[in-house]
T-cell receptor, first 111, second 112 residues
Framework: GENVEQHPSTLSVQEGDSAVIKCTYS??????FPWYKQELGKRPQLIID?????GEKKDQRIAVTLNKTAKHFSLHITETQPEDSAVYFC??????????FGKGTTLSVSS | SQTIHQWPATLVQPVGSPLSLECTVE??????LYWYRQAAGRGLQLLFY??????ISSEVPQNLSASRPQDRQFILSSKKLLLSDSGFYLC???????????FGEGSRLTVL
């Protein structure tokens, strides 16, 4: 089955800096790659996703890139703000099957 | 609009006691339903998923079980809890093959 590796496990940046989180997946058939943000004590919420027919997707300060050949995808957050502090999870799945998540990255943005 | 309800929000149970967590989805038909567990340092671990009534796939062999008695109802159970069952349990739903998951608010279980 699918296996998703995520790193780093923790990331500390200064406000205004960029943050990058990377994930690799094992099943070359996977075609859906979302990123979730989880604030302390709350449920994870989707922030951006990408499908295998696209190499990059942007939404304001957030972007995701996908390299299907290398089986890895990354989350990029620019101009970080204190409210970006949270745990971020990447995931992968084949359409119609369950999402398999990475172990999460705790992002801390200090002002 | 679609909503997902999960309860109870928190519970403290002794080792060896039973467990029942319930989840219901409103505003959609025939959703895919999931149970995930979040333990410290282990991310979101898939426990069970269901594509229809009575259809349950188990991803992790353990003392937990799941049932789907109705189209939009998903139940997580245990006959005898272990200390290692402590964690944050999240129910989620998706629309068929579209992929995006919508999570419930979670149930925090502490086994003492």
């Amino acid at each position: 089955g699918e296996n998703v590796e995520q790193h780093p496990s923790t990331l500390s940046v200064q406000e205004g800096d960029s943050a990058v989180i990377k994930c690799t997946y094992s099943d070359s058939a996977s075609n859906y790659f979302p990123w979730y943000k989880q604030e302390l004590g709350k449920r994870p919420q989707l922030i951006i996703d990408i499908r295998s027919n696209v190499g990059e997707k942007k939404d304001q300060r957030i972007a995701v890139t996908l390299n299907k050949t290398a089986k890895h995808f990354s989350l990029h957050i620019t101009e970080t703000q204190p409210e970006d502090s949270a745990v971020y999870f990447c995931a992968a799945s084949l359409a119609g099957t369950a999402l398999i998540f990475g172990k999460g990255t705790t992002l801390s943005v200090s002002s | 609009s679609q909503t997902i309800h999960q309860w109870p929000a928190t519970l403290v149970q002794p080792v060896g006691s039973p467990l029942s967590l319930e989840c219901t989805v409103e505003g959609t038909s025939n959703p895919n339903l999931y149970w995930y567990r979040q333990a410290a340092g282990r991310g979101l671990q898939l426990l069970f998923y269901s594509v229809g009534i009575g259809q349950i796939s188990s991803e992790v062999p353990q003392n937990l079980s799941a049932s789907r008695p109705q189209d939009r109802q998903f139940i997580l159970s245990s006959k005898k809890l272990l200390l290692s069952d402590s964690g944050f349990y999240l129910c989620a739903w998706s629309v068929g093959g579209r992929g995006e998951l919508f999570f419930g608010e979670g149930s925090r279980l502490t086994v003492l």
